[in-house]
């Protein structure tokens, strides 16, 4: 495991020790998979935090002026400072309820801030001795020490422009993303050379790393996509803004909007966890879907109506469905008549087509599958039957 943290951080490596761990990788394939998913992870993480808290600095006035045990007065402020903290709430609000961490990092920031009050108040102490007796005072604290404060806030804002410089150098070192929006009122789909192909649906965003056609195999999803996914001997990876997807074939629909993710799965298998607890999944099966909210635990996976769930797809799916309920769909999209035999009408069908599919090749195919025959007995009258 330490060598895949070092991987991760292979820019502050020597080129010894960095050319150690990526021959380590290649000669691992159960490696790699995990390097893909850890790599996602991390740009997902600087893209998103980069996102969410544009402005480091104001965490800092946040973590220092907030709460009943404020360690620096909100009147200490500037009005500029002061007003910038005020339109920043709502983002720094979302910031912390999409990156639970940072609440680790505002405590840190208060307990840090706590020593060097108590640290600069002892060294100010011995440098300066009152011999006056001690009087009460307002709560208000003196100028020494709102003098120190404003030393640490310079030093804290300091080290976070620096930070911010350095995600910046991060972020462009990892240029050659491609971001593709499906803009207009109907979907966009692309198509890669391994067999991949993905539906945005209007006012999707699908992200991704420029590659070599079948090497793309770690995506971002805003929006509601339908992915069918060719089998390849690296995982396929969705990240969304709460949850991680790993496949390895598969056909899938994901829709993240607003704090949620929705995955059902129409084929193959495929994991679902938390964007940043990765080991927290559930598997899902056919017919299966779940959910993830903020940074909870995946819901348990729950048989669902592949047909109603994935209705927006551009694609017609059957699990298991009984051909009945298969024909009631495809005459409902078709505005066709289809009968159906008795004997045959509880038969079970999977398969998915799309939905500009001509019926009469779908009713072949499920005709096929339940042992019988399809005909066209007059002009949009079909009928299946055994032979």
């Known amino acids: 495991m330490h060598d895949l943290i070092d991987l991760l951080y292979a820019e502050d490596l020597t080129p010894a020790r960095r050319q150690a761990v990526e021959a380590l990788v290649a000669e691992r394939p159960d490696l790699q998979a995990q390097v893909a998913q850890l790599m996602q992870v991390r740009h997902a993480l600087r893209r998103d935090l980069a996102l969410h808290l544009p ?15 404020a360690l620096l007065p909100k009147e200490d402020l500037s009005p500029q400072e002061r007003q910038a903290l005020l339109d920043a709430k709502p983002s720094l609000d979302q910031a912390l309820a999409a990156f639970p961490a940072l609440h680790l990092v505002v405590d840190d920031i208060r307990r840090d801030a706590s020593l060097f009050d108590a640290a600069w108040a002892e060294t100010t102490a011995q440098a300066r001795p009152d011999p006056r007796p001690a009087t009460p005072r307002a709560a208000r604290p003196s100028s020494s020490r709102r003098r120190g404060r404003w030393i ?61 056609g079948a090497s793309v195999r770690q995506v971002t999803l805003r929006g509601q996509a339908y992915f069918d996914v060719a089998t390849g001997p ?107 035999e008795d004997d045959l009408m509880e038969e079970r069908v999977t ?37």
Request: hydrophobic letters at 45%; aromatic letters at 4%.
């Open 351 to 387: 398969g998915s087509f799309e939905d500009t599919t001509p019926v009469g090749e779908i009713l072949e195919v499920l005709a096929l599958a339940v042992g019988g025959t399809s005909t066209e007995r007059a002009e949009g009258v079909y009928r299946i039957a055994l032979p």
């Open 55 to 69: 402005d480091r600095q104001l965490l800092v006035l946040h973590a220092l002026t907030e709460g009943p045990d």
């Open 152 to 212: 640490w806030r310079t030093a804290v804002g300091t080290a976070l422009v620096l930070f911010v410089g350095l995600a910046v150098v991060l972020l462009q070192r990892d240029a050659g993303q491609i971001t593709v929006t499906a803009e207009g009122p109907a979907p966009e789909s692309l198509s890669w050379a391994d067999g991949t192909s993905i539906r945005l649906q209007p006012g999707a965003q699908l992200q991704y790393q420029r590659g070599e």
């Open 234 to 340: 690296v995982p396929f990876t969705v990240t969304t803004e709460q949850a991680l997807l790993t496949v390895l074939g598969t056909s899938f629909g994901v829709e993240a909007a607003g704090e949620a993710t929705d995955v059902v799965l129409a084929s193959g298998r495929l994991s679902l966890a938390p964007r940043l607890a990765p080991d927290a999944l559930v598997v899902l099966e056919p017919g299966q879907a779940s959910r993830v909210v903020q940074a909870q635990a995946p819901t348990a996976p729950e048989p669902v109506d592949l047909l109603a769930r994935l209705a927006w797809s551009g694609r017609i799916h059957f699990h298991a469905t009984p051909l009945s309920k298969a024909v009631e769909r495809l005459q409902e999209h078709y505005e066709v008549t289809i009968e159906v």
